[in-house]
């Protein structure tokens, strides 16, 4: 029976983990080689470090990169751990300078001035120029490789340049155009030179730019690039002169990596940056504890309503069997008004400045959200406990609902008035919040109506 007889190549998982399991890296290399790029991507981040590393090993180099440059940050790292310098010094001197800095951020700073080192003059000029930018701003995750032409260019010289520099750019689609001192005065698209007259000026095709200054927030030059729907989209200094651009790719990249932060934080955790079945048990415990104390804490306000109402809880047992419905409705009325303005938030849909607004929207909404579910309660309600007890449910659910709609859609505002990730504000610190507000309101009503 030949090797090939002894995987199912249907299943590229399986059949890698077993080769890695049977030490057969002649089978490894001969069927891994034809998978495209995403498919082994997926495999390798499930594998563990070592076999990261036979997997990559095994890849011609041309494919070995553009698996490299696929995989997240901190698995790049780990993989080059397991490699020779020869090895890690190559793979690093083809990466594009943006995907350089990312990979840079992760190594030991000793590890990453060696590497820095061994890189020619110009990919450790362009490389440094972007390590020039703080974390968190468009500079720092922008390509400096890029085509610009002059508004005073010919569209046969234009075309001159693109030609020239097809291996280095990072795209060609969208040209920025520069005036004499270098500043931003147009794009232009490749489709347009080619159906122009040779001998027009690039200035009477090309098309009045968008831009991003370098200092922008990713995010906020992310989201500009994807909702004008450009391949491309200029980053410039403060004087207005091209610096660099943002590929349509990158933002995307972007994107996703601040929506699973948005998404983790909402949860109460934060994000691992990583896929998870290649995050180390520890790391995820990291990413949890914090938060789980945190909210143990603010559940002690919660503990601490229940032992002032003591005696009324004696009273009435009754009471302690609405408990669990009301913070549990009340904490997700305060979560889905959170999630709706922190994704407002994240689309620019909503600013700081509309605090106001969005509070008396949210209080609209919480006043008919406890409305009809305070008129069920109290209908179901009264059936099985009585008038008076139905009563009581129905007038907490409606409060409740009202103060966790209002309180939900202002809190990611507040976050971001202080300058906080607004997701931090939302789900975790709403439902404590709630439980606390909850259930003195509840315990108001009932010593009102039930005259306890």
Not at 174 to 186: A, N
Not at 196 to 207: E, H
Request: hydrophobic letters at 50%; glycine letters at 6%; a negative charge.
């Amino acid at each position: 029976m030949s090797s090939d007889e002894l995987y199912d190549f249907d299943e590229p998982d399986t059949f890698i983990e077993q080769a890695l399991e049977d030490s057969d890296l002649a089978s490894l290399a001969k069927q891994v080689k034809k998978l495209k790029a995403a498919r082994i991507v997926s495999v390798i981040e499930r594998l563990d470090v070592m076999e990261r590393a036979i997997v990559f090993r095994v890849l011609s180099k041309d494919l070995a990169l553009e698996v490299f440059e696929s995989l997240a940050t901190s698995l790049q790292s780990e993989i080059l751990e397991e490699l020779s310098s020869t090895e890690v010094s190559a793979i690093f001197a083809k990466l594009d300078p943006d995907d350089r800095v990312g990979l840079l951020d992760e190594l030991p700073a000793s590890v990453a001035q060696l590497l820095l080192t061994g890189l020619s003059a110009k990919e450790r000029s362009l490389t440094s120029e972007i390590l020039g930018y703080s974390q968190g701003s468009i500079g720092r995750r922008m390509s400096p490789e890029y085509i610009a032409v002059k508004d005073s260019d010919t569209v046969s010289q234009a075309m001159t340049k693109v030609k020239g520099k097809l291996q280095d750019a990072e795209t060609i689609y969208t040209l920025p155009v520069i005036g004499s001192s270098r500043q931003l005065v147009g794009v232009v698209s490749l489709r347009d030179l080619m159906k122009a007259p040779a001998r027009s000026r690039v200035s009477k095709v090309m098309q009045q730019p968008h831009s991003v200054n370098a200092g922008d927030d990713e995010e906020f030059a992310a989201r500009v690039c994807a909702d004008l729907k450009v391949l491309a989209l200029p980053v410039v200094d403060n004087e207005k002169r091209l610096v660099g651009i943002l590929t349509v790719d990158d933002a995307l990249r972007i994107l996703e990596e601040e929506e699973s932060e948005d998404a983790a934080r909402s949860g109460g955790a934060e994000p691992l940056r990583r896929p998870y079945l290649s995050t180390p048990v520890f790391s995820i415990v990291r990413s949890r504890v914090i938060w789980l104390l945190v909210l143990a804490f603010g559940a002690t306000f919660t503990v601490s309503v229940l032992g002032v109402f003591e005696s009324a809880l004696k009273e009435m047992v009754v009471l302690t069997l609405f408990i669990p419905l009301l913070i549990g409705l009340g904490g997700n009325t305060g979560n889905q008004a959170a999630t709706t303005v922190t994704r407002a938030l994240a689309l620019q849909d909503v600013r700081a400045k509309d605090i106001w607004q969005v509070l008396y929207r949210e209080l609209r909404v919480g006043v008919l959200l406890g409305l009809l579910l305070g008129l069920i309660a109290f209908g179901l309600t009264s059936l099985v406990f009585g008038v008076e007890i139905g009563l009581v449910i129905g007038l907490t659910l409606f409060a409740i609902c009202s103060v966790a709609a209002t309180v939900g859609g202002v809190m990611p505002l507040v976050g971001l008035a202080l300058k906080a990730d607004p997701a931090v504000f939302s789900n975790p610190f709403i439902t404590t919040f709630v439980d606390a507000t909850g259930l003195v309101i509840y315990f108001l009503i009932a010593k009102a109506v039930l005259g306890i």
